[in-house]
């Protein structure tokens, strides 16, 4: 049976940022990209104004998404900590529950350190490259840093005001995944997602930064394939 892979995306951007595992469907495994409010083909809808919104918002996606098959979780960065609330929301509102759940690019719930971004545009792009680890070269367009930059900085504000909804261990298995060099997950903190969770815990490391997904599509999908 084909399992559904649930894909959050990292601080403000669209599900889209998922195309290239749209391609990669497999008797395995299939990516179902979960949309956040506020950007793309939602671009009008109003963003998420506290994590425990998003969390039930994202649930009630996921189980939309999911029917009765079975599904695994996965989120980047921002996305990862959204992916991690969404599932504490279903386990305490009696499911269905992911059978796995894959956080990369972050530190565990409990090591949050958010920056609000900047209210100047060309400040924010500034912070927004620092967080990346490089240039976003669509900042560099003055109209299409104020249609991007409100999705960022309503996900950021989430972050920055973000305290774990729990600290119980999730009763599924969960894996951290991470590029080496990643600035903002450093090593002890992004182990210790190995205490949220009461079943197995694994972790992948990948060469990269804080955005190494981006240029490892293909060995991430591989590593989930494997984890089923």
């Known amino acids: 049976m084909t399992t559904t892979l649930m894909c959050l995306p990292y601080a403000g951007a669209g599900a889209g940022v ?6 990669q469907e497999s008797e395995v495994l299939r990516a179902v990209p979960v949309q956040v409010p506020g950007r793309e083909e939602e671009f ?3 963003f998420y104004r506290t994590m425990a919104e998003a969390a039930a918002g994202t649930a009630e996606r996921f189980r939309a998404a999911a029917g009765k098959e079975p599904f695994v979780v996965f989120g980047h960065s921002f996305g990862a900590i959204l992916a991690y609330e969404a599932v504490q929301h279903l386990v305490a509102t009696g499911g269905p529950l992911p059978s796995h759940l894959v956080v990369s690019g972050s530190t565990s719930p409990r090591h949050r350190q958010a920056e609000r971004l900047d209210p100047d545009d060309e400040v924010a792009a500034a912070q927004a490259a620092a967080i990346a680890g490089r240039e976003i070269e669509i900042f560099a367009d003055p109209l299409a840093r104020s249609l991007l930059l409100p999705a960022m900085r309503a996900d950021v ?9 729990t600290l119980t261990p999730l009763p599924l298995p969960l894996t951290a995944l991470r ?7 450093p090593l002890d903190e992004w182990r210790d997602w190995s205490a949220f969770t009461s079943a197995a815990f694994r972790t992948a490391e990948f060469p990269g930064g804080h955005m190494y ?3 490892h599509w293909d060995e ?6 494997e984890l089923l």
């Open 18 to 23: 998922y195309r290239p595992w749209r391609r």
């Open 44 to 46: 009008n809808r109003p």
């Open 157 to 165: 504000d989430l972050l920055a005001d973000y305290t774990p909804a």
């Open 179 to 185: 590029g080496d060099a990643d600035h903002l997950a």
């Open 213 to 215: 997904l981006t240029d």
């Open 220 to 225: 991430v999908w591989r590593t989930i394939e």
